[in-house]
């Protein structure tokens, strides 16, 4: 069965329409990983080090990370609820193993390894990572995505992701349960970035919107018509990002400097706002996004075969664990190290993410994706198994 985080348990054979299929998105998720790895890299060794410039330009293009992620994972899900529906419970049953792995383990991994960074243990359990995001979008999208058609979908979950800008603009509460229910929920505008948390809902409504492209997907991959659903991914992409273009002109342009609504439309407009993400920042990097995705899809078949390409594809199929992996290489190994500034910090870039990579050889090599899993479906049948032993014995 094919997993919607790590791709596939097992790769089809090569050259088959299906190989193609999921080689390109195995590599959409690995480009988003390198991405990761050039924010992590700025964040943990250029800006440290003082060196402003390079850290502002690493950072911005791995802005282009997370939507990515969570793009793609939402495609996953659209696209594989329409080829498993005759398998639709234990493929539901796999999707909440791996929600809960994400969710108790892959949490507990991440702030253990963010600790340092983040200024203590309970600093790094505090904050709300990405991952939980996903986790949780795999507990509940499958139900959502089997009550309602693709287009609802997209267009509930980027209305979701709209409103809670909205909430965000409109609701600043001080202190207590309802400043954290803030956080978790729909993050501040007041004071952005003030625990580092990704909120929930407008992540889960940018997901949802993705499962529904990945539904609308699904016959167009099964007719081999690949290359045409990525022109159009990427064409809508490019949509977004240009939407997202005029808008913040018309912003800049048409608002004085102390015009009554220059701070609610900054926060609506700006691309640069991740945490919590402003509809700019969604529809820019969540574009580009989609053009990337877009354009794995339409690369020729002869292109998947170049040697980074490759690495891209390697990448992708362990995406979780070199997401794992990551956290360490940066936020434990290299910002415990504190290395001062070199002029040849580009070569301990592509060292960094040569690591990540071999590691995620290593792993692909010795078959450790089985690890990935907290034993859920061993569980629901042996419970499921006591409960039909215990109704034949009454």
Known sequence: MIDPILLRAAPPPKGSRADTRLQALDAARGAAMVLVCLSHFASVYLVPAGAARPAVWLSAVGMIATPTFIVVSGLL????????RSQLDAYRTQLFDRG???????????ALTDAWRAGGLSAGFKRGYITDVIGLALLVMLPVGRRMPWRPRIWVGLGLALLTSAVTLAWHPVGGWAEALEETLIGSSVAPLRGYTFPLLPWLGVYAASTGLGTWLAPRLRAGRQREAGRCLALAGCGAVALAVIARGVVRIE???????????NFLTTPWLKVPPSPGYLLFFGGLGLVLTGAMLAAPLVLHRWRPMRALTLLGRNSLFAYLAQNFVYFVALYGVALPYQPAWPLLLAGSIGV?????????????????TIGFPAIQSAVRGRLRASRASA
């Open 100 to 110: 809960l792995f994400l969710l108790l383990i892959g949490h507990t991994w991440l």
């Open 77 to 84: 899900i659209g696209y594989l609820s329409d080829v498993y």
């Open 255 to 265: 608002t004085g400097p102390s015009g009554p609504h220059l701070t609610p439309l």
């Open 356 to 372: 990540v990579l071999t590691l995620a050889w290593r792993w692909e090599r010795s078959a450790g994706n089985r690890f990935l």
